[in-house]
């Protein structure tokens, strides 16, 4: 197996495996770098796995690597060389108290056969041992579960049948993977989401974890896509019990007149999965929708509008940008006196040039306005 690093990727793992052949201990690549590198797609994201204790290794590292945090609940750490930050774990068995929830770590310094077994796909399950053979990176690809096949033939497959309902998250995971490389769930993996939908205990469920891993998948360019199969698969059961129905014709409406960007369009699905409470407004004047909406972000208030069809969220769109051309100093340079009195004439102008935009073509009609409106005599 071949990897092409740039140079300060390369020299850093060059550190790693030096100081591996000295604690005579393995390290590896694991999981998105692996199947990644498969699949032809280049990837920075390297996460080390150590085959023992990565505290432990991380303090015996070279100077030129800085340890930034520790997590020791979990074996892992961040190390920092050359500003840029890598993740350095140990190898690990783990448990989940309940269904959702962040795993416990039962032992670290784990063979690397067992550490296998908490993975979440097949796909995702690839090492690659990595160390020096005179002064040169040399790749060994250790496959324990058939991943490199499940791969070729874009499928995804958990390790066991008790993966989803320990960790829910891997059908969202599974969503994410199969819009960004086409893959699909395996047909027995689509009978296990089945079956876990249909008895979810929803008592010991960590929802805030899943609708954070939610929040996420709903920032990738495909998003919409998820979003309709999260929807029409009914995958949302993972978080409610409720029955949930979603007009995408409109979403697709409101996402490209609202024009967000992806991760407003994360919060936009987020408040809809949520049902979000909204007040409606009722407005005499279009400056009181500007002083209104202008207090949302446009996440929010593409929500209302979804739920609304509030046409003063059309209005707004339109007039939202509409700005003065004259400032007080104009004023002031024109002969109208300073104070208060200024602040009530741009306001006033201001008014009137939401409602009649046609009627200002520049900045002599707003000139004109104000001394037709506030003769200075």
């Not at 197996?1 to 100081?19: G, P, V």
């Not at 989940?96 to 416990?104: A, E």
């Not at 199969?229 to 993972?238: A, G, L, P, R, S």
Request: proline share 2%; glycine share 4%; charged share 25%.
């Amino acid at each position: 197996m071949q990897f092409k690093f740039d140079e300060k990727i390369e020299s850093f793992l060059k550190l790693i495996a030096k100081t591996a052949k000295i604690e005579n201990l393995k390290v590896f690549f694991v999981g998105g770098a692996v199947r990644d590198n498969i699949l032809g797609i280049s990837s920075k994201d390297i996460d080390i796995l150590v085959e023992g204790n990565a505290i432990d290794f991380a303090n015996k590292l070279p100077g030129l690597i800085k340890i930034k945090s520790i997590h020791s609940e979990f074996g892992t750490c961040k190390v920092e060389y050359n500003n840029t930050i890598f993740d350095i774990a140990s190898t690990r068995v783990e448990k989940y108290p309940y269904s959702g929830c962040l795993p416990q770590v039962v032992e670290i310094g784990v063979d690397i056969t067992k550490d296998v077994l908490r993975r979440d796909f097949t796909v995702n399950s690839l090492y690659c041992e990595f160390y020096l053979s005179d002064d040169i990176l040399e790749y060994k690809l250790l496959d324990y579960v058939d991943g490199v096949s499940d791969i070729k033939n874009k499928i995804l497959k958990v390790l066991h049948s008790n993966s989803y309902i320990d960790d829910p998250t891997r059908i969202l995971r599974g969503l994410g993977f199969k819009y960004r490389f086409g893959f699909d769930f395996s047909k027995n993996d689509k009978v296990l989401i089945e079956n876990y939908l249909k008895n979810i205990q929803y008592d010991e469920m960590s929802v805030d974890r899943v609708f954070s891993v939610f929040e996420k998948l709903m920032q990738l360019d495909c998003a919409l896509d998820i979003f309709k199969e999260f929807i029409y698969e009914k995958y949302y059961k993972i978080l409610t019990n409720k029955n949930i129905s979603v007009d995408f014709d409109k979403i697709f409406k409101i996402k490209n007149m609202f024009l967000l960007n992806n991760i407003q369009f994360s919060e936009f699905c987020l408040n809809i999965l949520k049902a979000t409470s909204v007040q409606v407004f009722n407005f005499n004047k279009k400056v009181d929708i500007i002083k209104t909406f202008s207090k949302f972000d446009l996440s929010y208030l593409a929500y209302y509008f979804y739920v609304t069809d509030d046409s003063n969220v059309i209005s707004y769109i339109y007039i939202k940008d509409i700005k003065l051309e004259i400032t007080g100093d104009d004023l002031l340079r024109l002969g109208y006196p300073q104070g208060q009195n200024i602040g009530v004439i741009l306001d006033s102008l201001y008014e009137a040039k939401i409602n009649n935009l046609n009627n200002f073509a520049g900045k002599s009609d707003e000139i004109n306005w104000v001394k037709n409106n506030f003769p200075l005599f």
